[in-house]
């Protein structure tokens, strides 16, 4: 029987993760298709953005989205994520592009090792410090070496804006309670954490599966964004609270947008999930095998689709 509707786009006619449009931002306005375009009605007007080339929209408040836009959305693996006011909370995401689960195994076999575990938590701290030798160094040292690299990358940005920096404070249920610098970096982090939570969904990883954070749906989104905040989020954040700026929420997003512009996060973002993941490094396509099949209590894995009580008609679905 033919299904209704269009079609899905088949998996190789996707773009990949990297070369997509880091992230929209829409609020206050009316989300539906138009063919294979996402259209944005407000009152200036219509706007028209290629699904295809969107790697995350985020949608803010007073957005109204329609089931043909999320469909289109779906269809070609963008991830749709509904935020809070300047893009600073986050509620709910959208569907995976990844049609293998090769990653997300991965990811949940080293995570559930302590050895593994451990190893992956110290080429995250690696990548931090090029270089330099942290094989040997305990949670707890690499924690402490991390601290001092912060402190020193927020005293170096505040002598080189003119700004007064004492900590990082804030308030998660009230933005407006920071100071301009604190806002400014929570709604960076913001940005950040939603390009990163959209590569890791897309590519089917777990949100949840952290190795340095724990205990949280988003700790693996702040695993790998804390790769980015020193090189990204933290320079756009000074330099915005230090334009005095009137809206600080907004004008932060513009500016890391600005930061992102050329789609280089998601390449990085995508390289480094799969160095820390994959072990030895792949080669190829990210979804090499999107095969269903059956484990087995003999490590092996056999197909699926198949009645194996015998007979005939074998055929399960």
């Given at each position: 029987m033919q299904i209704p509707g269009v079609p899905p786009a088949d998996l190789p006619d996707l773009t990949r993760a990297e070369d997509r449009i880091s992230f929209i931002?829409?609020?206050?306005?009316?989300?539906?298709?138009?063919?294979n375009a996402i259209?944005?009605?407000d009152d200036r007007g219509i706007i028209h953005i290629?699904?295809?080339t969107i790697g995350v929209l985020l949608l803010g408040p007073g957005t109204s989205v329609t089931h043909q836009a999320i469909a289109l959305l779906a269809d070609h693996g963008a991830t749709a994520v509904w935020v809070g006011e300047r893009g600073v909370r986050y509620y709910a995401?959208?569907?995976?592009?990844?049609?293998?689960?090769?990653?997300?195994i991965a990811?949940?076999?080293?995570v559930s090792h302590r050895d593994r575990r451990l190893a992956v938590a110290r080429s995250m701290y690696a990548m931090r410090f090029p270089g330099e030798d942290t094989s040997k160094l305990t949670m707890q040292q690499l924690r402490g070496k991390e601290g001092a690299r912060v402190r020193r990358t927020y005293r170096e940005h505040a002598a080189r804006t003119g700004l007064p920096w004492n900590q990082r404070e804030y308030d998660r249920d009230d933005f407006a309670a920071g100071d301009p610098i604190n806002q400014a970096l929570s709604a960076a982090h913001a940005c950040l954490y939603g390009i990163v939570h959209a590569v890791i969904v897309a590519l089917?990883?777990?949100?949840?599966?952290?190795f340095v954070h724990t205990g949280h749906e988003r700790a693996f989104v702040y695993d790998i964004a804390d790769l980015y905040k020193a090189d990204i989020t933290i320079p756009v954040a000074f330099d915005v609270a230090a334009s005095d700026s009137a809206d600080i929420g907004a004008d932060t997003r513009r500016a890391v947008r600005d930061r992102v512009h050329d789609g280089a996060i998601l390449t990085r973002c995508v390289r480094?999930?799969?160095a820390l993941l994959l072990q030895p490094q792949p080669t190829g396509t990210i979804d090499e095998d999107d095969a269903l099949r059956l484990w087995d209590d003999n490590d092996i894995e056999i197909p699926a689709g198949r009645n194996y009580a015998g007979g005939a008609e074998d055929v399960d679905f």
């Open positions: 931002y829409l609020e206050r306005a009316v989300i539906h298709r138009d063919s259209t944005a009605t290629p699904a295809a995401h959208g569907r995976s592009l990844a049609a293998s689960s090769r990653l997300l990811q949940a076999t080293a089917g990883a777990a949100p949840g599966l952290g480094d999930i799969r």
